[in-house]
């Protein structure tokens, strides 16, 4: 079976949305500049930025966004001192 992939909006707003859901006591903003896609996230009195670059929007598929995703929602929950995390692979 085919892996679904998601155009380059489509793809930002399922990120926006589902940290939204997974973080729901956070504040979830999004930008884009430049082909970098950021998602800050504001949790606990920590603030959080993952930047995602357009071409591995491109390239991954839905199961490859909800597992990045989850890494993304684990760590912000675990209060990780780690303030700003690229997602690139």
Known sequence: M?????????????ILER???????????YESFAG????IINHA??????QVA???LRRK???DLEEA????AERVLSNSTLRSLRYTS
Not at 2 to 14: P, S, V
Not at 45 to 50: A, E, H, K
Not at 69 to 72: E, N, P, R
């Open 19 to 29: 940290l939204g859901h997974k973080l729901s006591d956070a504040e979830v903003d």
């Open 61 to 63: 598929s839905v199961e």
């Open 69 to 72: 995703i989850h890494k993304v």
């Open 2 to 14: 085919d892996r679904m992939t998601l155009g380059i909006e489509e793809a930002a707003c399922r």
């Open 36 to 39: 970098m896609h950021n998602f």
């Open 54 to 56: 357009e071409q591995a």
């Open 45 to 50: 009195g920590t603030r959080f930025t993952v």
